[in-house]
Each structure stands twice: as C-alpha cells, then as structure tokens.
C-alpha cells in the first residue's frame, strides 16, 4: 500500500486564522479524500481532491471553508480557513488504491 | 440518508476470549464492507474487508457478512490486550464511496 505523510502533525492555531495541512504520497494515485474526525465521533468525508481541477465537496462542507489543492498525482492540501473552535479536529488524508488507506492525520486544536 | 450503526460499547472482554463486533447498514446496494482498527491518537488501519456473503478469515480476525439481513461483523478470536482499541466499520458504494460507523471501542482485560 502506499506511504502517505502528512504535515503538521498537530498544531495549536488561534481563532480567525487559516492552516494548511499537506499530504504527500509515495506513489501516483488517482483518488485522494479529505476526511474530519471530531473528537469522539467517527470519520466524515470532507470532499474528493481531484487532480487539476476543483475538489468536489461533501454536504456540509463548501470551498471557501475548506480550500483543496491537487497539483498532481501524488500531493493535496487541505486549508481550514477562519477557524473557529468547532473546527478542532482530527484531519486525515486518505488514498484509494483498491483499498482505502488513511494518513498518520492532522490533530488541530483551535483556542 | 445511507447510515451505518454500531453499538458505541465499550465492548469489554477477557484476555484469550472471542470478541465479537457488530455493524449493521441501511444501503442494500453497498457492495463492499470493511473493518479499521484505530487505537488512540492514531488514524485508522485497515484490517479486514470482505465482498461476498460468508466468512473471511485471517488469522484471528473473521469478518461475517450477510447481505440478506444487512449485516456485517468482525469476530477477534484469542482477544489480546493490544486488540484494545476503537474498531470502524465502512460500507461502500457503488462508487467506491465509503461511509463509516460511530465505531465500537474494545476493551480486552488481562
């Protein structure tokens, strides 16, 4: 399966401000998702990162807030934008490659 | 709304017992079922997946799918301390698009 890394690992951000989260793959995939774990709650898809064109977002979740870049096949950001509090989560970026694979995740807390 | 249900727990069993997690969907068109273990702080690891109605097994892990019912479960055979953790059950459409449960969280005592 491929090696998927993920930076920061954790952050402490305060509100209003924006982070980028990278995910970087050791292979070339064609799938890669963006999901949110709440603290206690399961996973939530946050939107599908296509390669050179715009992500496609899941309900609940629109692009001003969540900005997404695909430049290529084997790297995406996901940018949380004018974070609030309720924002603090756990974010994972995942890849398809026949199975679903999760990276190592972004734990960011907001103050 | 496509949902899958688990029973939150704690699941609480003892050392070197069967323990055995449930997971039930709402899709009847779902075509694939998998099964990821999460331990604390850490992101979740696939474990088991299974497609067809019947058992998988591999090595202590069986997964048990019936289709007819909705139902898909993850038997841990030999249950070790180091089983502790939160287990997700997904279902996939179609599309390849997967939808997780709330998790069960496991606890194997010595």
């Known amino acids: 399966s491929a090696v998927i890394s993920q930076k920061p690992s954790r952050d402490i951000c305060q509100r209003g401000t924006s982070l980028t989260i990278q995910c970087q793959v050791d292979s070339q995939v064609t799938m890669m998702f963006w999901y949110r774990q709440q603290p206690g709650q399961s996973l939530t898809l946050i939107a599908t990162?296509?390669?050179?064109?715009?992500?496609?977002?899941e309900s609940g979740f629109v692009i001003d807030k969540f900005p997404i870049s695909r430049p290529n096949l084997t790297f995406s950001t996901l940018t949380v934008s004018n974070m609030s509090p309720e924002d603090s989560s756990i974010y994972l970026c995942?890849?398809?490659?026949?199975?679903?694979?999760f990276g190592p995740g972004t734990r960011l807390t907001v103050l | 709304q496509k949902e899958v249900e688990q029973n939150s727990g704690p699941l609480s069993v003892p050392e070197g017992a069967i323990a055995s997690l449930n997971c039930t969907y709402s899709d009847r068109g779902s075509q694939s079922f998998f099964w990821y273990r999460q331990y604390s702080g850490k992101s979740p690891e696939l474990i088991m997946f299974i497609y067809s109605n019947g058992d998988k097994e591999d090595g202590r892990f069986t997964a048990q799918l019936n289709k007819a019912s909705q139902y898909v479960s993850l038997l841990i055979r030999d249950s070790q301390p180091s089983d502790s953790a939160t287990y997700l059950c997904?279902?996939?459409?179609?599309?390849?698009?997967?939808?997780f449960g709330g998790g069960t969280r496991l606890m194997v005592k010595p």
């Open positions: 997904a279902v996939a459409n179609a599309g390849n698009m997967l939808t």
């Open positions: 995942s890849v398809l490659q026949g199975l679903l694979y």
């Open positions: 990162a296509n390669q050179g064109s715009e992500a496609t977002y």
